[in-house]
């Protein structure tokens, strides 16, 4: 009798212990949970005003929003939700049409993620049209590229490649789903592939990414684009496929290093291993996302990830105001080689750089 129970624990014990830790993502105190959060950003987002480049086009961190208020909406099945988000799209078909990027940059590429989510949602073909061109055109060299941009498309790469970490996130989300919608796996093909080439020449052996190769500060939005879009690549990367092991590697190296520098009160900070700045959402937001997909997807140790990814959260609710606005977000940041730099850029509340990974947690704590 004693070695049948003994056997039982040895089977299921690391199942029982898995169910208690990944519990820590699941109950919450009132006002922190990720549906009352949720609800909170995606119906702050719904009546918000366009944020656009320099007052023409649709910006990416607007996109970024949408996709995290639809994925919001998806996980609780808030109907009405989903009909003003789609609402909100519909004048890009006429009226606002002038404010469709345009499909020469990386970050405006992005763009098509939005509509290729949408097409998943309402299976209109007027929203697959759209997202397969941005998709497709980050692939398609144009007449006057430039001579750099010819070379990357040689080697099979992007055009738009450009070695910025951001690129991470806005090249492997609107591949990955360019792939959701098609199956076609030279979308998932070219996410991965480029992957591997930035986590080959910007990774640094401690596991994070400098801002750029000529900036070496670990700034951590610019950090949470390579995390985030590592997650988001490996749920939908086949496991057997030729470059999953080495995103993969990155992947848990990288998240290692964003547990050892959490600060104690479950914040990261704008930059990520100086102590003395100053605590920073939209980086925070990133990691915790990066933390819980990990998690739930059985990659990362759920007592200790679980645990870091329920303080994080915690502690980013109280950076939400009474307005629904996600607040101590880092403005929109280019590189610059001066530590001082990074440590004055403005804070803005409401931002949409804070907002989207916010609702992104939201959602991912809501999957089953």
Same mark, same amino acid.
């Given at each position: 009798?004693?070695?049948?129970?003994i056997i039982?624990?040895?089977?299921?014990l690391?199942f029982?212990? #898995?169910s208690a830790?990944?519990?820590?993502l699941k109950?919450?105190p009132k006002g922190?949970?990720p549906?009352?959060v949720?609800n909170?950003?995606?119906?702050?987002?719904?009546?918000a005003?366009?944020?656009? !480049?320099?007052?023409r086009y649709?910006?990416y961190?607007?996109?970024?929003?949408w996709n995290?208020a639809l994925?919001?909406?998806?996980k609780?099945n808030?109907?009405? #939700?989903?009909k003003?988000?789609?609402?909100r799209?519909?004048?890009?078909?006429?009226?606002?049409?002038v #404010?469709? *990027?345009?499909?020469?940059h990386?970050d405006y590429?992005?763009?098509?993620s939005?509509? #290729?989510k949408l097409?998943?949602i309402?299976?209109d073909k007027?929203y697959?049209?759209?997202?397969l061109a941005?998709?497709?055109?980050q692939?398609?060299? *144009?007449?006057n590229?430039?001579?750099?941009?010819? @070379?990357w498309a040689?080697?099979g790469y992007?055009w738009q490649?450009?070695?910025?970490?951001?690129?991470m996130y806005?090249?492997t989300v609107?591949?990955?789903?360019?792939?959701?919608v098609?199956?076609?796996?030279k979308?998932i093909?070219?996410?991965?592939?480029?992957m591997?080439?930035?986590?080959?020449?910007?990774?640094?052996p401690s596991g994070?990414?400098?801002?750029a190769?000529d900036v070496p500060?670990y700034w951590?939005?610019?950090d949470?684009?390579?995390a985030?879009g590592?997650?988001?690549?490996?749920?939908?990367?086949?496991k057997n496929?030729?470059?999953?092991v080495r995103?993969m590697e990155?992947?848990?190296?990288?998240?290692k290093s964003l547990?050892?520098h959490?600060?104690?009160?479950?914040?990261?900070n704008?930059?990520? @291993?100086e102590? @003395?700045f100053? *605590?920073?959402t939209?980086?925070?937001?990133?990691?915790? !996302?990066a933390f819980?997909?990990?998690?739930?997807?059985?990659?990362?140790n759920?007592?200790?990830?679980?645990s870091?990814?329920?303080?994080?959260w915690?502690?980013?609710v109280?950076?939400?105001?009474e307005?629904?606005n996600?607040?101590?977000?880092c403005?929109?940041?280019?590189?610059?080689n @001066?530590?001082?730099?990074?440590y004055?850029?403005?804070?803005?509340?409401?931002d949409?750089?804070g907002?989207?990974?916010?609702?992104w947690?939201?959602?991912?704590l809501?999957?089953k």
């Open positions: 009798m004693m070695c049948k129970k039982f624990l040895l089977c299921f690391p029982y212990l #898995l830790q990944t519990n820590e109950k919450f922190c949970s549906k009352q949720g909170r950003l995606a119906y702050n987002f719904v009546n005003r366009h944020d656009l !480049y320099a007052g649709i910006h961190a607007e996109v970024c929003t995290g994925d919001y909406a998806l609780t808030d109907r009405e #939700l989903i003003q988000l789609q609402n799209f519909e004048p890009f078909f006429t009226r606002e049409k #404010l469709l *990027p345009p499909m020469n990386v590429n992005m763009f098509g939005l509509a #290729l097409y998943q309402t299976n007027r697959l049209e759209i997202g941005y998709a497709d055109s692939w398609e060299v *144009p007449v590229a430039k001579a750099e941009e010819k @070379d040689e080697k992007s490649t450009r070695m910025w970490i951001d690129d806005m090249i609107i591949q990955n789903e360019a792939y959701k098609t199956g076609d796996p979308y093909d070219r996410a991965a592939k480029e591997v080439l930035y986590l080959d020449e910007l990774q640094r994070l990414f400098y801002h190769p500060y951590a939005r610019g949470g684009w390579m985030v590592m997650a988001d690549l490996l749920r939908e990367l086949p496929h030729k470059n999953y995103i990155g992947y848990q190296v990288m998240m547990k050892n959490q600060r104690p009160d479950g914040m990261w704008q930059l990520i @291993d102590p @003395d100053w *605590p920073e939209s980086g925070t937001a990133m990691f915790t !996302y819980i997909i990990g998690v739930q997807q059985g990659w990362l759920a007592s200790e990830y679980g870091a990814a329920r303080k994080a915690l502690a980013m109280s950076f939400i105001d307005r629904n996600v607040t101590e977000v403005v929109g940041t280019g590189k610059k @001066d530590k001082q730099y990074y004055d850029r403005p804070r803005l509340a409401g949409f750089h907002q989207a990974p916010y609702l947690c939201a959602a991912a809501l999957r």
